[in-house]
């Protein structure tokens, strides 16, 4: 390709073919111009086009960054959340996000790290289940 400055509508662009395959936040977009270098007079423009057309949007990213990291990494409702925070999403979107998780999916995630980790002494198991975003009234609760 020929090394030239591309337009706005060429960024749009090649920005809306990054969020059609997959979900993406405002902050992972930013990030990704950066990395390819684009004019950074040039991101609020592209943002405003990607939320109105709907490449990017807060509550459907929210959901599916929950549903992800409880479902493949099984992690705890606490350390969703600062996740989240760092991506500077709304409060809002979080907690709608957070309150959808499936307490079945989440408590059985649980008890598989639980018994995953049977091994270790039982202040080392409580620090791994601390570390992956659990509560320790959730993982009293899950001891049963």
């Known amino acids: 390709m020929e090394n030239r400055e591309l ?8 920005v809306q073919v990054y969020c059609a395959r ?3 936040c405002a902050a992972d977009v930013r ?9 950074s007079d040039l991101f609020d423009g592209i943002e405003e086009n990607l ?18 990291k409880v ?8 350390k969703i959340q600062a996740g989240l925070r760092a991506l500077q999403l709304p409060e809002t979107n979080i ?3 957070l309150d959808q998780i499936d307490e079945s999916v989440y408590t059985n995630n649980l008890r598989a790290l639980m018994a995953s980790r049977k ?26």
Do not use: M
């Not at 337009?7 to 090649?14: D, L, N, P, V």
């Not at 109105?52 to 929950?66: I, K, M, P, S, T």
């Open 7 to 14: 337009s706005k509508a060429e960024w749009i662009s090649k």
């Open 22 to 24: 997959a979900e993406h």
């Open 31 to 39: 990030r990704k111009l950066y990395e390819w270098g684009a004019p």
């Open 51 to 68: 939320y109105a057309n709907g490449f990017l949007d807060d509550e459907r990213f929210c959901r599916a960054y929950v549903h992800d």
């Open 71 to 78: 479902a493949y990494q099984s992690w705890g409702r606490i």
């Open 95 to 97: 907690r709608e996000a």
């Open 119 to 144: 091994k270790d002494s039982e202040e080392k198991r409580l620090r791994f289940l601390l570390q992956r975003g659990f509560t320790y009234e959730e993982i009293k609760k899950a001891r049963g």
